[in-house]
């Protein structure tokens, strides 16, 4: 079936240090690849997205790159902050209206100041 | 302002008792989802509500049960409940498919 493939965390790093979050993917047909973020006591939020192939994704200084050729989606940030730290998940779909959202395990980011 | 809420943030009953958790977004989509979080974080949808019709309905048992009585509402019953159903679940809504808006959660603790 359907399934993403988070590394898993816990990652602890310093601020301004760089990130990545690997996430590889296997589905049928050409998924539409998010990343949601969840901050502490809140619920999940949508970070970025890319539809097709070679699309890259980017908000608040995060970036994720569509890579068919690897089946990867990696999460990643030049310098983070202390409040980059949060739960990070991968996530695809595969219908055409995109209701059904599979994710990844979520990989857990604390950033040290 | 709150765009979805949940009731009740935290839920603490014995094993056997039948309890509800309520849903209500303000951001007028037509889908609403239920999600369960389990201890390691992993997240699955467990239903979907478009127009409060069921679109989305995965292999939960059928304890659980969800209703819509309006499209801004989407409320899980669970009967008989049991060690394993503690969890976080996450109400969320969306209009376009992916970009779901998720409420805080309802940690749901079965002793």
């Known amino acids: 079936g359907d399934s993403v493939t988070q590394m898993e965390g816990p990652v602890t790093l310093s601020e301004e240090a760089f990130l990545t979050i690997n996430c590889t993917y296997t589905a049928t047909g050409y998924p539409s690849l998010f990343w949601y973020v969840q901050y502490p006591g809140e619920g999940l939020q949508l970070l970025l997205k890319a539809t097709k192939a070679d699309d890259k994704g980017s908000n608040k200084g995060f970036e994720a790159t569509y890579r068919k050729e690897t089946t990867s989606f990696h999460l990643e940030k030049g310098s983070v902050q202390v409040s980059d730290s949060a739960v990070y998940f991968c996530a695809l779909s595969v219908d055409r209206s995109d209701y059904k959202l599979s994710f990844g395990a979520g990989t857990t980011v604390t950033v040290r100041a | 302002d709150t765009a979805v809420s949940q009731t009740p943030k935290y839920l603490v009953t014995q094993m056997g008792n039948d309890k509800s958790i309520k849903c209500e977004q303000n951001l007028g989509h037509d889908t609403m989802y239920w999600y369960k979080q389990d201890s390691k974080k992993f997240l699955k949808i467990m239903f979907s509500?478009?127009?409060?019709?069921?679109?989305i309905n995965e292999t939960v048992p059928n304890r659980f049960s969800p209703k819509s009585p309006d499209k801004a509402h989407l409320n899980l019953h669970i009967n008989s409940l049991e060690l394993g159903d503690s969890a976080v679940y996450f109400c969320a809504s969306s209009q376009e498919g992916y970009k779901q808006f998720f409420g805080p959660g309802t940690r749901l603790t079965v002793l």
């Open positions: 509500y478009n127009n409060k019709e069921l679109i």
